[in-house]
């Protein structure tokens, strides 16, 4: 079990990538409603975070790249979840995709913990799970009465993507790199397997996008989701394990529609505000007093 001093590091690390996370659906929404393809995004992530990451490429350790279970950590992380996110933020609005990507993944790890290591939650977490469960269908309500072919395939696409990015994380935390050679492998990694591919056969409106909107796309998604989201999501799962982590950070969803109030002229509803106090309460308990036990 965690110390005090443990979990005090550990939640401070999660509020970071609670607010990087809360922006990267924001973020990727408006890179998907721009001229910019979903690719043209990820290709500007991997540049940037190759570029500002080179001058530690020589200190990574030996074998590396030759270590199977980081090439699965970046394809799940990165490869695969990268391309389906921002397909599905194309079709499907921010709130959609905070749902979705973070929303669930108390639900979709506990899944994947039972799956791969045989235990299941205790009756508290289940109880947190619940509440979680209650919470997001309440602040989802507002978004799903009204469905489109559009909307529905975009879902798809995020759910497909918070999937994988539930067993990257139960896998990178029982897997146990460190936060700066899974970072920098998996940032490295994609570029060397993404970027020719990109290069020579996916759809690219570079050209004709805004100055503007590149810049901010480079910066966020190359800085500030795959380095610093990165290495602060990585250090949560060290201090607090996946359950905790995840548990946290479904107050994702609830933050993305709080922000969306200013910036998108929306209105608090009740629907909105029972989802705050239902996944707010559910976090809680999930986390601090969820544990899992060993299946029989």
């Known amino acids: 079990m965690p110390d005090n001093k443990q979990l005090l590091r550990g939640y401070l690390a999660a509020t970071a990538t609670l607010v990087m996370w809360s922006g990267f659906s924001l973020m990727s929404r408006l890179g998907g409603k721009s001229i910019l393809t979903p690719y043209d995004i990820f290709a500007l992530r991997l540049i940037t975070a190759s570029l500002v990451l080179l001058p530690f490429a020589g200190s990574m350790l030996p074998g590396v790249w030759r270590d199977r279970r980081l090439w699965v950590l970046t394809f799940l992380c990165s490869l695969l979840y990268c391309p389906l996110a921002y397909n599905g933020f194309k079709f499907a609005p921010a709130s959609h995709g905070a749902i979705l990507l973070s929303g669930v993944q108390p639900l979709l790890i506990s899944v994947v913990v039972w799956l791969i290591a045989g235990t299941r939650p205790n009756r508290m977490r289940y109880l947190g799970l619940v509440l979680i469960s209650a919470g997001i269908v309440c602040a989802a309500?507002?978004?799903?009465?009204?469905?489109?072919?559009?909307?529905?395939?975009?879902?798809?696409?995020?759910?497909?993507?918070?999937?994988?990015?539930?067993?990257?994380?139960?896998?990178?935390?029982?897997?146990?790199?460190?936060?700066?050679?899974q970072t920098r492998a998996v940032a490295f990694g994609s570029a060397?397997?993404?970027?020719?591919?990109?290069?020579?056969?996916?759809?690219?409106?570079?050209?004709?996008?805004?100055?503007?909107?590149?810049?901010?796309?480079?910066?966020?998604?190359?800085?500030?989701?795959?380095?610093?989201?990165?290495?602060?999501?990585?250090?949560?799962?060290?201090?607090?394990?996946?359950?905790?982590?995840?548990?946290?950070?479904?107050?994702?969803?609830?933050?993305?529609?709080?922000?969306a109030i200013p910036l998108l002229d929306e209105a608090l509803t009740a629907w909105l505000a029972t989802g705050i106090i239902f996944v707010s309460l559910g976090s809680y308990i999930a986390s601090r007093y969820g544990t899992t036990s060993q299946r029989s």
Do not use: C, H, N
Not at 202 to 230: D, E, N, Y
């Open 192 to 259: 060397v397997v993404y970027l020719p591919i990109y290069a020579l056969w996916l759809p690219k409106q570079l050209a004709a996008a805004p100055l503007s909107m590149i810049v901010i796309q480079s910066v966020f998604q190359g800085i500030v989701a795959t380095i610093l989201a990165m290495l602060a999501y990585l250090k949560t799962l060290e201090l607090l394990g996946a359950e905790r982590a995840a548990a946290f950070l479904a107050l994702v969803p609830i933050v993305v529609g709080i922000v």
């Open 141 to 181: 309500m507002p978004y799903f009465t009204e469905w489109s072919a559009d909307s529905v395939f975009g879902d798809f696409l995020i759910l497909l993507s918070s999937i994988l990015w539930a067993f990257y994380a139960v896998l990178a935390a029982r897997w146990g790199y460190s936060v700066w050679t």
